[in-house]
């Protein structure tokens, strides 16, 4: 690495820059023109994070409330690869119903919920929150849901007779 100093780097518009001296906790790598030692940096920035815990807290909440629509279209891209146009594609293609019980109504948070495969990560469609809620009592599981239907079929019978 070539050495170089901090107002050298500053001036040819450089982000970090190499003076071949350790830093105060003994690191000897690159640093940041706008200060502090590139290894040095992760460590102080978590030691920060984790005595400002609540400030970062209340700052994410004010931005969601502030803007609802870009944190579900950022949650909805990196929770599960879909654009807001893919999701509004799926909704069409649902016919804006419950892929389970074909109810219009998604539940109070008035979204449909993405349903996807917790082992492979795929999208399976777009359910409401009782059949969201459903399927996660079940833990995913086909034999569970069947064992509930027998168990409600056998029960209806007895009523019926």
Not at 39 to 66: E, I
Not at 72 to 78: D, E, Q
Not at 98 to 107: R, W
Request: glycine share 8%.
């Amino acid at each position: 690495m070539e050495i170089i100093s901090r107002s050298e780097a500053k001036a040819l518009g450089q982000q970090k820059y190499f003076t071949g001296k350790p830093c105060k906790h003994g690191h000897v790598s690159e640093r940041y023109v706008d200060g502090g030692c590139v290894l040095c940096s992760p460590a102080r920035s978590a030691k920060y994070y984790a005595g400002n815990q609540t400030l970062f807290s209340d700052n994410r909440k004010k931005r969601r409330r502030g803007d609802p629509e870009l944190y579900r279209n950022w949650n909805l891209k990196h929770k599960y690869g879909l654009t807001p146009e893919d999701f509004s594609r799926m909704v069409a293609l649902q016919n804006d119903r419950c892929a389970i019980c074909g109810t219009d109504k998604p539940g109070r948070w008035g979204r449909w919920v993405v349903d996807h495969c917790h082992n492979t990560g795929e999208v399976r469609g777009l359910l409401c929150d009782q059949c969201n809620i459903l399927l996660g009592n079940a833990k995913d599981n086909p034999a569970i849901l069947r064992v509930a239907a027998d168990y409600l079929e056998r029960s209806m019978l007895k009523e019926a007779a």
